[in-house]
């Protein structure tokens, strides 16, 4: 039977749309929106103190009125922010080690009613990207570390995921960690090589069977999560890997729930 080390804490994000707040850089992707900048296109014109123009003679009006096609255009990226994510992800292709990368730009729009106006409605268009990469079975921590930080260089908003696994091989499983939303900053090479090094260690860990990890927008390792799959619930095999994670870089993050055996950590 597998058990399961379920290490994190949640923590409540201040902003829930990729990329209409949480940081000065922001503006950028709010700039990025052609069709009506970043507070969407207005559908409905509101009445004013004017008089309404007269309304048409019955016999004039038409009984099945052809419905106006929508003229609003598709939501698209600035060329500037379109140009960072293609450079990001032309320099991620050219790191050592890297097997795949991959990336989607989606766009995800609401509408809402104006408050000022009850017939006026507002669409908001809310851009988001994530990369995925893939790293070569042989790639070292210092390899897996330098793709969140050349994404950093290039990328200046929240908007951006990135999902990094190195696959697996002998002596080692496969690991992924996701970086969620951190690259409107500096990722210091030091920070994301730790991860990656704490990561290859635990996936050559004996017992050892799954290995996920989160690093939230805050880039605070011990405010992220980290899922572990044991194939055992012997109490010892559990206390040697609670061991090894204490000497990674997951090793202040909280750790809830319990162990397969019902053993509370």
Known sequence: MRSRLVIGLLVALACTVPLTACSAAEGLARDALRSGGSSGSETAVCPTDEAPAPAPAPEAANPNPTPTPDRTPAPTLDPAVASQVRTALRQVRALPAVAEATQTTTNTPSSAPDPSCSTR????????????????PDA???????????????????????????????GHIASTVHYEGAFDQQIPTSTSTAVAQGLATLAAT????????????????????????????????????????????????????????????
């Open 206 to 265: 004996p017992h050892v069977t799954g290995l996920e990890a989160s690093i939230p927008y805050t880039m605070r390792v011990d405010y992220g999560s980290l899922v572990i799959g044991v194939d055992s619930e012997d109490q010892g095999v559990l206390d040697r890997v609670r061991a090894v994670i204490d000497t990674t870089a997951f090793a202040d993050t909280t750790l809830h729930g319990s162990f397969g055996n019902g053993a509370k950590p």
């Open 140 to 170: 070292t921590p210092a390899e897996a570390g330098a793709v969140p930080t050349t994404m950093a260089t290039e990328l200046a908003w929240t908007g951006v995921s990135l999902t990094l696994t190195v696959s697996a091989d002998e």
């Open 121 to 136: 409605w507002v669409t908001s268009n809310h851009f988001a990207s994530r990369f995925t990469v893939t790293m070569d």
